[in-house]
């Protein structure tokens, strides 16, 4: 019951679609039998001899009719019900986006990529299976034979009729309970396909690593036990529902002989024509795919069970940030103050920032710096509100955060993360990504800021290039300005870049910080860095140790302090950490 509530929405939107399509399937069933019941009386014509031309035209044109009708029912039905059900997989589809489009990072810790990937494909293709071809066999599987029952009873004999289904009940009986044990096991093989897809995701995404360090072989194995413990578990699930097939096969072998059976006494007793004997076993015949047709609804009812069990998971998954109502727009142009602020991550148990204190003047340049796990690209990414913020810790204006809707924000900010995520598409596109509407024009100046033109004549058709999935075929510096040239090309009041010109030359990082002090003149920006010279220029530099600021202050301040910021450029200047793409 719990998967037709959680899939009734769907139903109830389009009725009038369902009840279309579903009132031509049943028409569907008393067109089917038309033709049987006049060959029975053909054959009966025959053997009497009172078959005329007359009659047999008259015979004839029913069954012609009767199969245009069901041509044109057929098609009805099978438009709607069909068409629905891929409009159910689309609508499905669709859900799932929004629902992950409006997670946090928390969620994804929570669920594996393999896992969403499995419920966006295989569970929400369960879903559409069961909005199309569950419903025609349930009707199948039901409506079907009580119509052929019907007909066979009034048209034939109830005696000869109920003699021959007495078998039936066996395969509900029997369909009942593989179905319970089958519910398990494809709840067991989803699982499985879940973590096959993460291991396939994990080993293309780690391909270099793999070869640099000649673990093929390691990762085929694991691979190898995965792909196989999946296959077992098919293979449990395929062994019981073999059981189905020659349960198919034997109860209409019954209702055949018991038919023959009965029907040859009945005929002795003259109570039972040739015709109706021949039209009696055309109906048996029929009765045999309703059978089959009840094993198909059977594992479409389960695989569907389990599969709604796990999209609700993500549907009904309790929001981790909740906006409060009647929020402000944000506008840009205005100071951000840390007060106090105190961050832990969710699940963990240590802060990664304490009692941060700092303001961000509207126009300013800050840099941030500090050792590896300091606490650097967790500061920047409050923020972009990704996780919910202490109250009034965070100010914006002299304005809590909180006051503020998070889309308003993240629409000031340009954002270039330490992992630069590119699309499997040309350069023009992933940079135009980053601007609604952003045209030729804006998209040379971006690259023009983030001192990428040299490139272009590297790549073989230019910004038209493709740079393949997760710009695999590009340098770790190209990436780094394609997603900086991303980044500016809406203008944005905010330009955050987290550790984003490690990968570039001396030349080219002082191009691209030349760029900022004369173009974002006004705008506040915020740098990220491990290589001090990035920095330098910067109105304010903190430094981050273990989530506490340690040192605050400009350049020539904090050689002047003689701490670690001091400690480290000067063993940066000497050792020549230039980096090179």
């Not at 509530?5 to 049943?26: D, E, H, P, Q």
């Not at 309790?318 to 840009?332: A, I, S, T």
Request: glycine share 8%.
């Amino acid at each position: 019951m719990g998967t037709l509530r959680n899939v009734a929405w769907f139903f109830k939107k389009n009725k009038k679609y369902y009840v279309i399509g579903i009132s031509a399937l049943i028409m569907c069933y008393f067109f089917i039998p038309i033709p049987t019941f006049f060959i029975g009386k053909i054959v009966d014509g025959l053997r009497e001899q009172t078959l005329t031309k007359d009659i047999l035209f008259t015979y004839t044109a029913i069954i012609f009719g009767s199969m245009v009708l069901l041509y044109i029912v057929e098609f009805t039905w099978h438009y709607h019900i069909f068409g629905n059900s891929f409009k159910f997989g689309r609508d499905n589809r669709r859900r799932l986006v929004q629902k992950l489009m409006s997670q946090n990072p928390e969620f994804y810790y929570k669920n594996s990529t393999g896992s969403l990937m499995s419920k966006a494909t295989h569970d929400v293709g369960n879903l559409q299976m069961l909005a199309g071809y569950g419903i025609l066999a349930l009707f199948d599987a039901i409506v079907y034979p009580i119509s052929l029952i019907l007909i066979m009873g009034f048209t034939i004999s109830w005696k000869l009729t109920f003699f021959s289904i007495l078998a039936l009940p066996l395969m509900i009986v029997f369909s009942a309970k593989l179905g319970k044990v089958l519910d398990e096991k494809f709840t067991r093989i989803q699982k499985s396909m879940e973590e096959l897809n993460e291991s396939v995701l994990e080993n293309v995404n780690s391909i270099r690593v793999i070869k640099g360090f000649s673990t093929q072989k390691i990762t085929e194995k694991r691979f190898d036990e995965d792909a196989t413990d999946l296959y077992n578990k098919l293979m449990d699930q395929n062994k019981l529902s073999a059981l189905f097939f020659p349960i198919g096969r034997i109860i209409p072998a019954i209702t055949f002989v018991v038919a023959l059976l009965v029907g040859e006494k009945m005929m002795g007793q003259s109570t039972l024509t040739l015709g109706q004997m021949v039209s009696f076993f055309m109906y048996l015949n029929m009765l045999t795919w309703p059978m089959f047709a009840f094993g198909d609804l059977i594992n479409v009812w389960h695989e569907s069970s389990s599969s709604v069990r796990r999209l609700q998971e993500v549907y009904e998954y309790k929001e981790d940030f909740v906006e409060k109502e009647n929020l402000q727009e944000y506008k840009g142009a205005r100071d951000i103050e840390f007060k106090h602020f105190t961050f832990t991550y969710p699940g963990a148990n240590m802060k990664s920032l304490d009692d941060i204190n700092l303001k961000i003047s509207n126009g300013e340049t800050l840099g941030i710096v500090g050792k590896i796990g300091s606490g650097k690209t967790t500061l920047v990414k409050q923020l972009l509100r990704l996780y919910n913020v202490k109250e009034d810790s965070l100010y914006i204006g002299g304005k809590s955060v909180e006051d503020y809707t998070r889309a308003s924000i993240r629409d000031k900010i340009g954002y270039v993360p330490q992992q630069h995520i590119l699309f499997s598409k040309s350069v023009f596109d992933n940079i135009a990504f980053g601007g609604k509407g952003a045209d030729a024009k804006l998209v040379d100046q971006a690259v023009e800021f983030a001192d990428f033109t040299k490139d272009l004549h590297t790549l073989p058709e230019g910004l038209e290039t493709t740079i393949g999935e997760r710009g695999v075929s590009i340098s770790g510096g190209q990436k780094q300005r394609i997603s900086i040239s991303r980044a500016i090309i809406k203008d944005p009041e905010i330009l955050i870049l987290d550790d984003s010109l490690s990968a570039v030359d001396s030349l080219t990082e002082k191009n691209i910080i030349t760029n900022i002090k004369n173009e974002r003149v006004g705008k506040t920006t915020i740098i990220v860095a491990h290589r001090l010279s990035g920095v330098k220029h910067a109105d304010n530099i903190v430094v981050l140790e273990d989530g506490k600021i340690i040192e605050q202050g400009n350049h020539e301040q904090l050689l002047a302090n003689k701490g670690w910021y001091y400690t480290q450029y000067e063993s940066q200047r000497l050792g020549g950490s230039n980096g090179k793409e």
